[in-house]
């Protein structure tokens, strides 16, 4: 007798089985997140269970600042979706120690780290899905209207209003959540890290594609990161979203980048990657193309279309 949540024999609760996948053996934190012992380190405040929100009343979550040590001027931005596993000292990424070790290095101006976690809600189940899922600005406001004035009266601190020190990241859900800012917000968000970016129909998300090539170039720098272990349920397959993403980016003329692993649904690989990730969205990598070079790939076509008549 067939289950009866099955489809076609499978269960979108199969993404469990994509958490981890032999192909993430050969990821691990970059050297980045091992910082060496004359690198100053970035201090870190804890929030517990804010729930001051009028954006999404009736919620608590936490919220993680890191701040850099001796820090003069405005502050460069990196906004992390599902915050905890961003910031743990032991996990994937290791946020703090690679930014740590990247704005010693100067490759990286002074960045603040702000790691929000969803919110918890005693009367919506799945609170996560509701703000990193929905294709509107709802969430984008949240983050600059409430979360962002309360890390700069938190840590005293001011963040740089360009848009090109200003990173949106995060993983499943949280990924498309970051794209998603950036593209409600091109003027707020101009740099996106995905890891394993939820581009399916969860809540209309595999219509970024189609918009992506439909809609006007933003000025947006894009890192993208999958793999052949990422999700493949009734919902959607990541692997294959992923790659349209990509490909619709790259249609558009987007500067972007896409790295296509072996790994599964998770931050080793986006960890094996942070560092570089970080410098190639601070350096002119050259991939996107200009309103210039629009006109003249479109004259290009329209003469190949005449040749045809």
């Not at 469990?16 to 050969?26: N, T």
């Not at 963040?159 to 917000?185: H, K, T, V, Y």
């Not at 990541?238 to 790659?243: C, R």
């Amino acid at each position: 007798m067939p289950h009866p949540h099955a489809i076609n024999g499978h269960f979108n609760s199969e993404i469990r089985l994509c958490l981890k996948v032999p192909g993430d053996a050969s990821y691990h934190p970059c050297r980045e997140a091992f910082p060496a012992d004359d690198v100053p380190r970035s201090t870190v405040t804890h929030l517990t269970d804010w729930d001051q929100s009028i954006v999404y009343p009736n919620t608590r979550r936490d919220i993680r600042i890191s701040l850099p040590e001796n820090l003069d001027g405005d502050a460069a931005l990196l906004v992390c979706q599902d915050g905890k596993d961003y910031v743990d000292s032991a996990g994937a990424v290791r946020v703090v120690e690679v930014l740590d070790s990247l704005m010693h290095s100067g490759e990286i101006p002074p960045t603040v780290g702000v790691f929000v976690d969803p919110g918890q809600s005693d009367s919506i189940p799945r609170q996560r899905n509701v703000e990193y899922d929905t294709m509107d600005d709802t969430y984008v406001t949240f983050i600059d209207d409430e979360i962002l004035p309360l890390v700069e009266k938190t840590v005293n601190v001011t963040l740089s209003r360009d848009p090109a020190e200003r990173i949106a990241m995060g993983i499943s859900s949280g990924g498309i959540c970051a794209f998603n800012m950036a593209w409600q917000r091109p003027e707020s968000y101009g740099k996106v890290i995905s890891h394993c970016g939820s581009f399916v129909n969860i809540n209309g998300g595999h219509e970024f594609p189609l918009m992506v090539r439909n809609t006007a170039r933003k000025p947006l720098k894009v890192f993208l990161q999958s793999g052949e272990g990422d999700v493949n349920i009734p919902m959607g397959s990541w692997p294959m979203a992923n790659h349209q993403m990509a490909d619709a980016l790259s249609y558009a003329g987007y500067d972007h980048r896409f790295e296509f692993g072996t790994g599964g649904h998770n931050r080793r690989h986006g960890g094996t990657l942070f560092a570089e990730s970080l410098r190639w969205l601070y350096k002119d990598s050259g991939v996107g193309r200009t309103a210039e070079e629009d006109e003249k790939m479109q004259n290009e076509i329209l003469e190949r279309m005449r040749a045809l008549a």
